[in-house]
């Protein structure tokens, strides 16, 4: 671990990615936003805290604790939209999901500087865990793990389904492991709907060269309360959703295995 980003190396064929769980602000930008809770509200809130477990199954995980309002690990460096046509955030949002602005005038963020400090970082330590597993598996399964609210109407219509799974439109993994991650969700699912998967999952997945890579966007209610907001863990929500959840990773890493 060194600061904002840990690193917890496990040895099956699974990566658990997690870039948008944290809340932490360095103190130099603090004075740049119109608030530190407003910087904060559109967090995976406790993603981290959720698939916790990962671990015993083998599984490694890489986690920033940065605030996703600094820098989005997750969005194209080049600036290019993930979602063109559709309303979206960049690599160093300048607005709330709702379309707040963030910052006080003339504060606006240096994007480069930002890139440098943590957005690369972060892609070196995953490259370097996704290279380190596929040295040893004939293939590996890269889970890249978020949550948002269950109602973001600026984002999508209605209410979310509980479990939201991206897959680049078929391009970043295997239709089998796309098809064997949905049948181990509940009802309350849908595979490459408004969320296809970020910029970790295009960038990384290369099903061919044995890299499957899959998003899953949960929302929050399924373990946490939402209203009033930020959201309150809930142990008790919280309890069959990792069971759900522990399902998904082990037939992730079933997956892997199997292609041997």
């Known amino acids: 671990m060194t600061g904002w980003l840990s690193v917890h190396r496990g040895t099956g064929p699974l990566i658990v990615s997690i870039p948008h769980s944290g809340t932490d602000i360095p103190a130099e930008f603090m004075d740049d936003f119109r608030s530190p809770a407003l910087a904060r509200n559109d967090a995976d809130w406790f993603v981290d805290r959720l698939y916790d477990f990962a671990r015993a199954l083998g599984a490694t995980i890489v986690h920033s604790g940065v605030s996703r309002s600094v820098i ?4 194209d460096p080049s600036g290019a939209s993930l979602y063109p046509g559709q309303a979206t955030t960049g690599l160093c949002p300048e607005t709330t999901f709702d379309g707040e602005p963030l910052y006080r005038p003339g504060r606006a963020p240096d994007v480069a500087a930002r890139r440098t400090g943590w957005f ?22 890269l889970y890249d793990a978020h949550s948002i609210r269950s109602h973001v109407p600026r984002l999508f219509d209605g209410e979310l389904p509980q479990f939201n799974i991206g897959t680049n439109s078929g391009q970043s993994c ?14 309350s699912v849908v595979v490459d709907g408004r969320f296809k998967g970020g910029w970790i999952t295009r960038h990384y997945g290369a099903p061919q060269q044995g890299i499957h890579a899959i998003q899953m966007e949960l929302a929050i209610r399924g373990y946490a309360d939402e209203s009033p907001w930020p959201p309150r863990w809930s142990a008790e929500r919280a309890a069959p959703l990792q069971a759900r959840l522990h399902a998904i990773l082990s037939t992730c890493i079933d997956f892997a295995k199997a292609q041997a």
């Open 72 to 75: 989005d690990l997750n969005r």
């Open 120 to 141: 690369d970082p972060y892609h070196a330590a995953l490259a370097a865990e996704i290279a380190r597993l596929r040295a040893g598996h004939p293939a590996i399964v």
């Open 174 to 187: 295997a239709l089998a492991l796309a098809a064997s991650v949905r049948n181990a969700c509940t009802d």
